[in-house]
């Protein structure tokens, strides 16, 4: 069973950042497509980032990039989700996913059905 489990969010004042981290637990996910999505209050649930199973792709939607970067350590079992100059329109429940792709480089996963895997999310709220 593979459970993933958000941190580090919080509560930040626009133009600052957080540092979100994924601990995975249950087997590990050095072979995993792993990603970011996030869900605002009376919204759909929107694509952030997918990140290749060694870490040297990565795909951000057009609305953090160049401010959010996505990195993961597999020897330690986690992903982190660096966020920058936050925007009020950031805040958001994040939640870390998984998908075993098998050493695949795809990272072209947008959709939540794309990913089996989901952590309990963790609340980010940006004040302006």
């Known amino acids: 069973q593979v459970q993933l489990v958000e941190s580090g969010g919080g509560l930040v004042q626009a133009g600052g950042s957080l540092r979100l981290s994924c601990a995975v637990s249950?087997?590990?996910?050095?072979?995993?497509?792993m990603g970011w999505f996030r869900q605002a209050p009376g919204k759909e649930r929107e694509f952030v980032v997918a990140?290749?199973?060694?870490?040297?792709?990565?795909y951000y939607a057009d609305s953090v990039k160049g401010r959010f970067t996505t990195s993961r350590d597999n020897a330690k079992n986690t992903v982190y989700l660096q966020m920058n100059s936050l925007k009020p329109e950031d805040t958001a429940v994040y939640y870390c996913?998984?998908?075993?792709?098998?050493?695949?480089?795809?990272?072209?996963?947008?959709?939540?059905?794309?990913?089996?895997?989901w952590g309990q999310g963790t609340q980010v709220t940006v004040s302006s």
């Open positions: 996913v998984g998908r075993d792709t098998r050493y695949s480089a795809d990272i072209y996963y947008t959709h939540p059905d794309d990913y089996a895997y």
């Open positions: 249950g087997r590990t996910v050095s072979s995993y497509t």
């Open positions: 990140i290749s199973w060694s870490g040297g792709r990565t």
